[in-house]
């Protein structure tokens, strides 16, 4: 990830942060804007063009907003995106600041891979669990791995927390031979 990303990220973090906006409602519309951005070639070629003056691109915008309705710190980012030739790595943008937001709400992310599918009442008594291991709250992403045989593994940022059959085969393995 470039540097400016996340300086870009952060200072949109602090704005809705400091001016205490809907993050929730922010995050529909920034949903709403990438789809726009990700269905038009056409809107992305434009953008990317050198010869467009930032003003008429920013003026594009404007014209966008009027359909999507976005709230003006939202509209002012993208603003500022255009105007300083950034707009080609809004998605990258976007990716960091819902992280830096997450990390400053106490949320984590967390990754759970399992061996079957579990119903909702294992889903929510292990993020539950994983919750009180982290000391944070959690938000979950689930995918399942048969190749593990059975048991968690648990990836929590660069920590992974290996309760699977086949890790415990492999760590067995590896004393049995030394």
């Known amino acids: 990830m470039a540097a400016f990303v996340s300086r870009y990220a952060c200072a949109f973090a602090d704005v809705v942060t400091s001016a205490k906006l809907d993050a929730a409602a922010l995050d529909r519309q920034l949903n709403d804007f990438l789809a726009t951005w990700d269905g038009s070639s056409e809107l ?24 999507l309705g976005l709230q ?8 500022v995106l255009i105007n300083n030739d950034r707009i080609a790595q809004v998605h990258e943008v976007v990716q960091a600041y819902r992280k830096e937001l997450q990390e400053r709400q106490g949320i984590r992310q967390v ?5 079957r599918e579990l119903n909702e009442q294992d889903r929510g008594g292990l993020v539950a669990g994983i919750g009180k291991l982290a000391g944070a709250r959690i938000e979950a992403s689930f995918s399942l791995d048969h190749s593990i045989l059975g048991g968690t593994v648990v990836r929590i940022g660069s920590t992974v927390y290996d309760g699977s059959v086949r890790g415990r085969l492999e760590r067995l393995r590896a004393v049995i031979r030394d």
Do not use: C, G, H, S
Not at 44 to 67: G, W
Not at 72 to 79: D, G, P, Q, T
Not at 111 to 115: D, F, G, M, R, S
């Open 44 to 67: 992305r070629t434009l953008f990317a063009n050198p010869a467009i003056p930032a003003v008429q691109k920013v003026a594009i915008l404007d014209k966008m907003n009027a359909r």
């Open 72 to 79: 003006k710190e939202l509209r002012n980012l993208l603003a």
């Open 111 to 115: 990754e759970i891979v399992t061996a």
